[in-house]
């Protein structure tokens, strides 16, 4: 069985192969793929965790460059399957408390059971709305990463004024953002008019455009 395992992983570098299959009532079927060697999560037309959408993610944070010591509190907006513990930990080797907030229980049993998310200690798993969530949190956080998507689209909800100032209610003297999009998905409009509000909050906004061809992130500092 494990020499299995071994060839394909060898062979999965070559072409995607596909180990099991969710069904998730928001996202539709998910499934867990062998790709390059590594176990990913996939829906029909975008990564969700542990690919190329962990990379973006890796790159928005360094780009952000927050001290590491300096990070107590961290908010996640949309869990997935997790792999952005990962980064935090083992990447950035930052041991901040992290709550995750998602609403598709199927992503939190994956991140549960496919990559033992809880190993990692320091932090919460929240099964809930991520727009109710903000208006109902007391806390601060250091970082608040938003990556909020049904399949490839952000649900409108999340792009409006009164989500992103609610966010901006919850950053701590010293807080960041990085906002994740995908540039095929959301109209420039759109993109700029979540930028304004950061603006009109005095906040430092910083725009990486077309991370690895596919997603625009917005950089988010206090002045």
């Not at 180990?19 to 969700?48: C, F």
């Not at 109902?136 to 989500?163: A, G, M, N, S």
Request: charge should be neutral; aromatic fraction near 8%.
């Amino acid at each position: 069985m494990i020499q299995f395992y071994l060839l394909k992983k060898i062979l999965s570098h070559l072409l995607p192969i596909t180990l099991k299959k969710y069904h998730s009532s928001w996202s539709g079927v998910i499934e867990i793929n062998l790709s390059n060697g590594r176990k990913v999560v996939d829906t029909a037309t975008s990564n969700y965790s542990y690919g190329s959408l962990q990379k973006i993610l890796s790159k928005g944070l360094h780009q952000l460059a927050l001290p590491r010591q300096e990070l107590k509190n961290v908010l996640v907006l949309g869990m997935g399957a997790g792999s952005i513990v990962q980064t935090i930990r083992e990447e950035l080797e930052c041991d901040a408390a992290i709550d995750l907030v998602e609403l598709d229980n199927t992503m939190i049993d994956i991140a549960k059971n496919e990559y033992q998310i809880h190993k990692y200690s320091n932090i919460q798993i929240i099964a809930a709305d991520a727009n109710q969530f903000v208006f109902d949190c007391k806390k601060k956080y250091d970082l608040i990463i938003i990556d909020l998507f049904i399949i490839d689209t952000i649900p409108q909800v999340f792009t409006e004024k009164k989500f992103i100032q609610q966010v901006i209610q919850l950053l701590s003297d010293t807080g960041a953002v990085l906002f994740n999009t995908m540039r095929s998905t959301i109209d420039r409009k759109t993109f700029q008019a979540i930028q304004n509000v950061f603006k009109e909050a005095t906040l430092t906004v910083e725009v990486l455009e077309n991370v690895y061809y596919s997603n625009d992130l917005i950089l988010v500092k206090r002045s």
